[in-house]
């Protein structure tokens, strides 16, 4: 009676209620996104169509007192914290898959400089306007300009773990709300211009878009790829894939722990209180190093004949990831705390800040798609402006409608572009720790050193040819 008693408690139950209605809405998205035409025709992410009802159906929730044995059935902390871990395991899970052959070959180094161009130029803009707008606006923090590049560049997930850290500093009350929000308008610049810059190069027959339902896909070959382990034996065959997405992270956790454990040791108040938080919030960055090694760690295992079969499988890995990556946005929206967004301050700020960074985004990709993509302009075009405006999974949609069998390197490049992006950014990570201030002076400094590199990065793109 005891152990039954256990199980009928509410707290045990809670975490599966919320995860089943992220579930719910997920699939009352998919039937609202198939059977309403404009909607399907936006290319706008199931996720986030599932997201916005999630939380209208939150605050209504909210709104009225609903709870179970004195708990709330809805809690944000729950779609929170599903999103702080969803990133890291998306990110994973495509790290694992294995770099593809191309008749063009992929742009992985400057790839990656361009995905930190942009978040250097998304944050330039989003901080210079906040800063202006806070010498009128109290309620807005000069710094939250930030969180453009956290919510359009990086995606929901950085834009709730650095708005949460902005919050906490006392400074800028509603910056895990602001934050999200930020992130949930980037799904709608990255789909409806991205749309739009698709029928746009149709009309000019520039471009055939090919739409879902003509594509159809060889599961049985990417399912059983040669040389890998049979998709059913002792274990099954996605059991594996999932068991070293999540070995990834467990060793990501403990890379990160014993780092903070080793700051936490020299007792130097700035890394203490400025940069643990840095690590524990870009958790991602972290797992794309941590998968690195897996992978070497693999291919070793296979050249020393240690490893007979192949126990990875790409298709399976993707299917991971783009489970891991919906599931986040679903999550990052329903989090969402309307009551948060206090002032028309700050709804004014959040509106600028996002229609300034989608069309700067927008000009800035297809300038540079132009110069480093020359062979599949628009592939690489679509594919980042979506991933620098929502996630990989949006780059992916948007990429579907003219590549649906990838046959261009334009989706290896978010890959492997992401993962220099990482290299190359992560010193970079300071500058929010340096900005997290209401003290111009470090503003100023901050700003400084973004155009720098920003230049600098920009010179390297485009300032040295490669040789033929």
């Known amino acids: 009676m005891k ?6 408690d509410f707290k045990i139950w809670n975490s599966m209620f919320q995860f089943g209605f992220v579930c719910l809405m997920l699939l009352l998205g998919n039937t609202i996104r198939r059977k309403v035409p404009f909607i399907r025709r936006s290319l706008l992410p199931t996720a986030v169509i599932g997201g916005f009802i999630g939380l209208i159906i939150k605050e209504i929730v909210k709104n009225w007192g609903i709870q179970i044995d004195g708990q709330d059935i ?3 902390d729950f779609f929170e914290m599903i999103t702080y871990h969803t990133i890291a395991i998306g990110f994973i899970a495509m790290g694992l898959v294995s770099v593809k052959k191309y ?4 742009e992985g180094f400057k790839s990656g400089l361009l995905i930190v161009s942009t978040y250097l130029m998304q944050g330039i803009f989003g901080m210079a306007i906040t800063m202006l707008l806070f010498l009128g606006l109290k309620d807005v923090a000069p710094f939250s300009g930030l969180l453009l590049p956290m919510g359009f560049g990086q995606g929901p997930g950085q834009a709730n773990n650095i708005g949460y850290m902005f919050e906490t500093t006392g400074l800028f009350p509603g910056g895990q709300t602001f934050g999200l929000s930020v992130s949930t308008l980037g799904f709608i610049w990255g789909c ?5 810059y698709l029928n746009k190069l149709q009309k000019k027959n520039q471009l055939k878009r090919v739409y879902e339902d003509s594509v159809t896909e060889n599961s049985s070959t990417t399912v059983e790829g040669t040389g890998e382990i049979p998709l059913v034996e002792s274990v099954d065959k996605l059991t594996i894939q999932i068991a070293f997405v999540f070995l990834s992270y467990l060793l990501t956790f403990l890379i990160i722990f014993g780092v903070t454990s080793l700051i936490n040791v020299s007792k130097n108040k700035f890394l203490i ?3 643990i938080p840095l690590i524990w919030g870009f958790n991602f960055l972290f797992g794309i190093f941590t998968t690195m090694i897996v992978k070497r760690v693999l291919v070793l295992l296979r050249k020393k004949q240690i490893m007979k079969r192949v126990y990875t499988n790409d298709y399976m890995l993707n299917r991971i990831a783009g489970v891991a990556f919906d599931i986040m946005i679903i999550s ?3 989090a969402i705390d309307i009551r948060m967004l206090y002032s028309w301050e700050l709804i004014l ?3 600028i800040i996002s229609t300034v960074g989608g069309v700067l985004t927008l000009l800035y990709i297809k300038f540079a798609a132009k110069r480093l993509y020359p062979e599949y302009e628009h592939e690489g075009m679509v594919s980042m402006y979506g991933m620098l405006t929502g996630t990989a999974s949006t780059g992916i949609a948007l990429l579907r409608e003219i590549d649906p069998k990838f046959e261009t390197p334009a989706a290896e490049n978010l890959v492997t572009g992401s993962g220099s992006a990482a290299l190359l950014g992560a010193p970079l990570l300071l500058i929010i720790a340096v900005a997290k201030t209401t003290n111009f002076l470090y503003l100023f400094i901050a700003l400084g050193i973004m155009a720098f590199f920003f230049a600098l990065y920009n010179f390297l793109m485009f300032g040295i040819k490669r040789k033929a």
Do not use: E, H, Q
């Open 3 to 8: 152990l039954l008693a256990t199980f009928s």
């Open 74 to 76: 809805l809690s944000n």
């Open 103 to 106: 008749k063009k070959k992929p």
């Open 192 to 196: 409806i211009p991205g749309v739009w």
């Open 273 to 275: 209180d400025n940069v």
């Open 332 to 334: 990052s929206i329903i």
């Open 349 to 351: 700020a959040l509106l």
